[in-house]
């Protein structure tokens, strides 16, 4: 790698038409993360000196969704070409420096692909990435002079990049294409901006005319061709949007596996955003996971379960159907099926959570077990208590949030309201179906149930026929 200092210049100007959207193209959601996001992000695991982002559409939308003040923000109030758009970032830049140019729109290039490039521009002004593509069309063509017989063309000099409008037919049948990145000296950028004109077909100012301005000055214009055609791929539709999600989905899930985690089957995983994991996690399929999810060893997920922001112990078991956000589990727990894990609840060692429960910015002591049909929120709840059925905190007095205390080894009959603020004492029974407003007493039984009574003679209606 040179030591050169690097400037990356973000070309994020488009509009986008053939979205559909009144969202601009590079806000558009990529595996939880915007497009230009992914693009940002690369130019950073590159240590770039600066980044700067060319902007038209939606400017003031864009950059409060980045909210990055590293960012140099580049207004391009017209459209005029790749070229004027480059201009609008010239500012900034350092005469010694390689300037990387990048599209808000292509976000799947690797950081490995760019270090190649890097490397390939060496000592010269200027190295281009390209790819050979069975379908070029649409893409502007790298025209090489041949030398000689026996020289194969991808060593040939470059000569100069033709797009496609302006291309002849023989040109139109070269396959190897301009990705658009390109790295090059920034005092050389800066001369040769300055030269170009917008005589071409589209009227439009063409950064790739630097490549012939370059050869004319007798400078050596080096390439790197890709290896995997998706990277440098772009995004103007949804059909293309759709496509690239899944091959980056399935390039993380790539990942997953190689780092010993099991897939079921890595076409039906998704993750929107960084997992940590321990040995021996296996994911059943349809898992979604988002944000930062942190996994211990041994954990099972089972299929069709939604993680966002958990943090998972060891020994945990997840099974089919849950959801769970912003929790923390601990080691050793049983959670589902069907169940739901609202922000700021924690499990404690061996607790269960049965399916049809919500639990809500609680804490569940070890090895207690709600296993059925229940709200828990807002409440504090000791060491192996058992919740009945269908028992429910009342926690919401329709205008404030109350506390439920429950005390270690307590026992909560099914089908038992309890109405915060209220406690339940250490070893507490509570029958069954009662409804409590006040505390109940420790190692007592309180219900609240009415007294059962019969009816003598009573006979159930019938019709008359
Ligand atoms: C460009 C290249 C072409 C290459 C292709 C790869 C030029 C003249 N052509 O063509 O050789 O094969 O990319 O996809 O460079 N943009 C601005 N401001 C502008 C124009 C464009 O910011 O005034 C941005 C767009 O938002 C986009 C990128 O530059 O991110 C490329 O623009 P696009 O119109 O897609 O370029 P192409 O004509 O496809
Ligand atoms: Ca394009």
Redesign the pocket.
């Known amino acids: 790698m040179s030591e050169k200092q690097l400037q990356v210049i973000i070309?994020?100007?488009?509009k986008?038409t053939r979205m559909y959207s009144s969202k601009p193209?590079?806000l558009h959601d990529l595996a939880g993360k915007s497009l230009l996001q992914h693009v940002v992000d690369s130019a950073k695991v590159l240590n770039a000196q600066s980044i700067s982002v060319?902007y038209?559409h939606g400017g003031e939308l864009v950059k409060n969704t980045l909210n990055d003040d590293q960012l140099i923000w580049c207004e391009?109030k017209?459209?005029?070409?790749?070229?004027?758009?480059v201009q609008q970032a010239i500012k900034s830049i350092s005469d010694t420096a390689d300037v990387l140019i990048l599209?808000?729109?292509?976000p799947l290039l690797r950081k490995e692909t760019l270090e190649k490039l890097l490397q390939a521009k060496a000592q010269q002004s200027l190295a281009l990435l390209t790819a050979k593509l069975e379908n070029p069309t649409?893409?502007?063509r790298i025209v090489r002079s041949s030398q000689s017989e026996n020289q194969a063309m991808d060593e040939c000099p470059v000569a100069r990049?033709v797009?496609e409008k302006d291309a002849s037919e023989a040109i139109k049948q070269i396959n190897e294409?301009?990705?658009?990145v390109m790295v090059v000296n920034g005092g050389k950028l800066k001369q040769w901006l300055a030269a170009i004109d917008n005589e071409n077909t589209?009227g439009?100012y063409?950064?790739?005319?630097v490549i012939e301005l370059a050869v004319k000055e007798g400078e050596t214009v080096n390439t790197y061709i890709i290896q995997d055609n998706k990277e440098?791929e772009?995004i103007?539709n949804k059909i293309q949007l759709a496509e690239l999600e899944r091959e980056y989905q399935k390039r993380q899930a790539m990942m997953l596996m190689t780092k010993g985690v099991s897939l079921r089957d890595p076409l039906r995983f998704d993750l929107r955003g960084e997992i940590e994991t321990g040995q021996d996690v296996s994911i059943d399929i349809n898992v979604l996971i988002e944000g930062q999810c942190k996994i211990g060893n041994n954990v099972k997920i089972g299929a069709n379960t939604v993680l966002k922001d958990m943090i998972i112990g060891d020994n945990v078991e997840i099974l089919e159907n849950c959801i769970l956000e912003k929790s923390i589990v601990a080691d050793g727990c049983h959670i589902g099926p069907f169940a739901r894990l609202r922000p700021e609840t924690q499990l404690s060692e061996n607790a269960k959570v049965g399916n049809f429960v919500e639990i809500k910015k609680s804490h569940i002591g070890k090895g207690s077990k709600v296993s059925h049909l229940t709200y828990i929120g807002d409440t504090e709840m000791g060491e192996n208590v058992n919740i009945g059925a269908g028992t429910i905190t009342c926690n919401y007095d329709g205008a404030y949030k109350h506390l439920t205390k429950i005390g270690d080894n307590a026992f909560i009959g099914s089908n038992t309201a309890l109405v915060a603020p209220i406690e339940i004492g250490n070893g507490a029974t509570i029958g069954a179906g009662s409804t409590l407003n006040k505390n109940a007493e420790a190692n007592q039984l309180t219900f609240s149930r009415a007294p059962q009574k019969m009816i003598d003679g009573w006979k159930r209606p019938s019709k008359t026929k």
């Open positions: 070309l994020a100007a488009g986008g193209k590079v060319v038209g391009q017209q459209q005029l070409g790749t070229g004027h758009a599209y808000g729109d292509v649409g893409y502007g990049i797009e294409v301009n990705s658009g589209q439009e063409y950064l790739t005319d440098i772009g103007n």
